[in-house]
C-alpha cells in the first residue's frame, strides 16, 4: 500500500505540476542579438559568427536583426538596415545576459531609450577603413516623351580614406540602358559628403518606348567598393504627352498639379507658361514655343489642363482632339479662409473616404460664379468661407455634349502637397480622382487595384505596395520576370492597404493576376549599408544581471523515476506473493 501511495502522489503531482523558482547565473541563457545587415559581409561576419558560436555551450538564444528580428541561421547578411530596437526591446523582456554583435553601424541608436542600451554587452566587429565613392541619389520625371529631355539630377559623393593621385578625385557619370550608353559627364570628387550634377540627354536616345531602367553608374573612382557605384532609374516614355498643361500665370498651383499628374496618374506631362501677354515659353526650358506647337500640343493630348487664368488660353483649350476632357482651375477668386469640407454624395465619395478633411489648410480664394450652376453639373467638392455661410462648389464636374469637363475653383490646394504626410496623400486622392473621372476608362487609377509606392528599392529592402481601389484589399497573385527567369508570389495586404515583397537585386516587369495592372519595379544592388560610417555604438562590457527561472515539476526527471520504481516493485512484490 505504501508503493501504491507513492506512486499514486507522484502521478497526481505530475498531473498538478507546480512550479518553483530559482535563481540562475547572470550567464546562464544569454540572448545574442547579431547584426545580420548587409554592412556585416566578409570578414565581420565570420569573426561574428565565431562570437555566437562561443556562446553556445552556455546554451544562448541567438536572434538576427536588421531590417526585422529573425531566427539565427549562418546564411550571409542580406538585411538593408540595421534596426536595433525591435530587437533589443523584445529581449528586454527577459532577464539575463543580452549579447549584441554588431560591426557598430546601427541606424536606429537615436530612437533606443538610454537605458535600454546600457544593460547588454556589445561586442563590435569593425569593418576596415577603405575609401568609397558613390551615387547617393537621382531624380527626375518619371514620365516623358520622344520629344522631351531627360533631365536627372544625380547626386554623388565620396566617403573614408582617399587615395593620391588625380585617379581618386576624376570620375564620370554614366547613363545607359541595357548595357546601352546614353550619355556621360565628368565630374570632380569631393574631399567628403556629397555634391550635385545635372545631366541631360534627349529621349530618343533610349531605343524603345514604354518602361525602361536607366542605370546612373559613376566610374573611374578607383574605390574599394563597387556595390554602391550605381543606381537605378525607373523612366516610362510615351510617343506623345497624355495631358498639357497652360499657366498663365505659372505659379506653385501649376507646379504641384504636373508633379502629381506625373506621380499619381502616371501621365507624361508638357507644361507651357504665358510669362508675358501673348508669349508661351515651355515650362520645363523657359524655351519660347510658338502658338502652332502649342495648337498641336493640345490637340494630341488625352487631357489638356488651363490653371491660373483660363481665359487665356481658351484658344488651345477648344482644339482638343475630337471630345477630349478638359481641366479649367482659375486661381484668382475671393481670397480667405476656405475650409474644404467632405463630399456627402458625389462621384468622389469613395476615392475620398479616408481623407482627413479637418486637418487640411483652408484653400486661400475660391472663384464664387456669378450664377447658379446648371443642373448638369455635379458638385463633387465644396468649401466654406471660415467654416460659416453658404458652402461653395470648389469641384465641379459637367458634361458638355460629348466632352466631360471638370472645374477646380479654389486656389491653395498646392500647400496640401507641400505640407507632406495625410495632407500631400489627400492631395494626390483628389487629382487622381479627378483626373479619373475626366479620362473615363483610360484613367490608370480607376482600374488598379494596386500600385508599387516606390519604383526603385535599395538592396536588401521589400517592395512596398499600396491598395489604391476603393473596396476593401485583398491578396493579389503577383507574376514577375527579369531575363529568363519567372517569379510568382502574392501580395497580402495589411490593415494599412500594404505589403510587402523581399526581392532580390534586379529589374522586374509585373503582372498582377485578374486585371491590368503592370509596369516595371526594380531593386538596386546599391545599399546605403555599404557606405562607410563611423560606427554608432562602441563595445562595452554591458550589465548583466540574474534571472529568476520558474521550474515546474515535469521538468524533474527523479520525479518519473520514483513513480516507475514504485509502481514496478509493487508490481513485482505482488508477483511474488502470487496476486494478481
Not at 475 to 502: H, V
Amino acid at each position: 500500500m505504501i508503493l501504491r501511495a507513492v506512486a499514486v502522489l507522484a502521478l497526481i503531482l505530475l498531473l498538478w505540476n507546480p512550479s518553483s523558482a530559482r535563481l540562475l547565473p547572470a550567464g546562464d541563457q544569454p540572448i545574442v542579438l547579431l547584426d545580420a545587415s548587409l554592412s556585416m559581409t566578409g570578414p565581420p561576419w565570420q569573426a561574428a559568427l565565431d562570437s555566437a558560436r562561443s556562446f553556445a555551450g552556455r546554451r544562448a538564444v541567438v536572434w538576427r536583426f536588421g531590417a526585422g528580428v529573425t531566427a539565427f541561421d549562418t546564411t550571409p547578411p542580406t538585411a538593408g538596415a540595421s534596426d536595433l530596437g525591435p530587437a533589443l526591446e523584445a529581449a528586454a523582456g527577459r532577464a539575463g545576459e543580452v549579447v549584441i554583435i554588431t560591426d557598430g553601424n546601427v541606424d536606429d541608436v537615436a530612437s533606443i531609450p538610454p537605458d535600454l542600451l546600457r544593460r547588454p554587452r556589445i561586442i563590435v566587429q569593425p569593418r576596415r577603413a577603405f575609401f568609397d565613392a558613390y551615387v547617393a541619389s537621382v531624380e527626375g520625371a518619371r514620365h516623358v516623351t520622344r520629344g522631351d529631355t531627360v533631365r536627372l539630377k544625380v547626386s554623388y559623393g565620396a566617403a573614408g580614406i582617399r587615395g593620391s593621385g588625380l585617379g581618386a578625385r576624376n570620375a564620370a557619370i554614366v547613363v545607359s540602358v541595357a548595357e546601352r550608353r546614353l550619355t556621360s559627364q565628368r565630374v570632380t570628387l569631393p574631399d567628403s559628403g556629397t555634391m550635385s550634377t545635372d545631366v541631360a540627354f534627349p529621349v530618343s536616345r533610349i531605343p524603345n518606348p514604354g518602361w525602361a531602367v536607366l542605370e546612373v553608374r559613376l566610374d573611374g573612382a578607383g574605390d574599394a567598393e563597387p556595390r554602391d557605384d550605381a543606381r537605378l532609374f525607373v523612366l516610362d516614355v510615351s510617343l506623345e504627352p497624355a495631358a498639357v498643361i497652360f499657366a498663365s500665370p505659372p505659379d506653385w498651383e501649376a507646379r504641384f498639379l504636373a508633379r502629381a499628374l506625373s506621380d499619381v496618374a502616371r501621365l507624361p506631362v508638357r507644361v507651357f507658361v504665358e510669362t508675358e501677354a501673348g508669349r508661351w515659353r515651355d515650362g520645363a526650358t523657359l524655351a519660347p514655343v510658338a502658338g502652332a506647337e502649342l495648337t498641336r500640343a493640345a490637340s494630341a493630348a488625352r487631357l489638356v489642363i488651363a490653371t491660373g487664368d483660363p481665359a487665356r488660353a481658351r484658344e488651345f483649350t477648344a482644339r482638343t482632339a475630337g471630345a477630349g476632357p478638359v481641366l479649367l482651375w482659375p486661381t484668382n477668386g475671393q481670397a480667405g479662409d476656405w475650409y474644404v469640407e467632405p463630399p456627402q454624395s458625389s462621384p468622389f465619395t469613395a476615392a475620398l473616404a479616408g481623407v482627413s478633411w479637418d486637418s487640411l489648410p483652408p484653400a486661400t480664394a475660391v472663384t464664387v460664379p456669378a450664377r447658379d450652376s446648371n443642373r448638369t453639373t455635379t458638385v463633387a467638392l465644396a468649401a466654406r468661407l471660415a467654416r460659416r455661410g453658404l458652402a461653395r462648389p470648389i469641384v465641379t464636374l459637367e458634361q458638355r455634349d460629348d466632352r466631360r469637363v471638370a472645374s477646380i475653383t479654389a486656389a491653395g490646394l498646392w500647400r496640401w502637397a507641400f505640407r507632406g504626410g495625410a495632407a500631400e496623400q489627400a492631395y494626390r486622392s483628389v487629382i487622381a480622382a479627378v483626373v479619373d473621372w475626366l479620362l473615363g476608362e483610360q484613367g490608370a487609377a480607376t482600374r488598379e487595384r494596386a500600385a508599387p509606392e516606390q519604383l526603385e528599392v535599395p538592396n536588401g529592402l521589400p517592395t512596398v505596395w499600396r491598395w489604391t481601389a476603393p473596396d476593401s484589399a485583398r491578396p493579389l497573385a503577383i507574376t514577375l520576370r527579369s531575363g529568363p527567369t519567372t517569379r510568382t508570389n502574392t501580395l497580402r495586404f495589411d490593415a494599412a492597404g500594404r505589403a510587402q515583397l523581399l526581392l532580390p537585386p534586379g529589374s522586374y516587369r509585373y503582372v498582377l493576376s485578374g486585371g491590368p495592372e503592370q509596369g516595371v519595379v526594380a531593386v538596386e544592388t546599391w545599399s546605403e549599408e555599404w557606405l562607410p560610417r563611423a560606427p554608432a555604438i562602441s563595445a562595452q562590457p554591458g550589465e548583466a544581471t540574474a534571472r529568476v527561472a520558474s521550474v515546474g515539476l515535469r521538468d524533474r526527471w527523479w520525479l518519473f523515476v520514483i513513480a516507475i520504481l514504485a509502481l514496478a516493485t509493487e508490481w513485482a512484490l505482488r508477483r511474488r506473493q502470487g496476486l494478481p
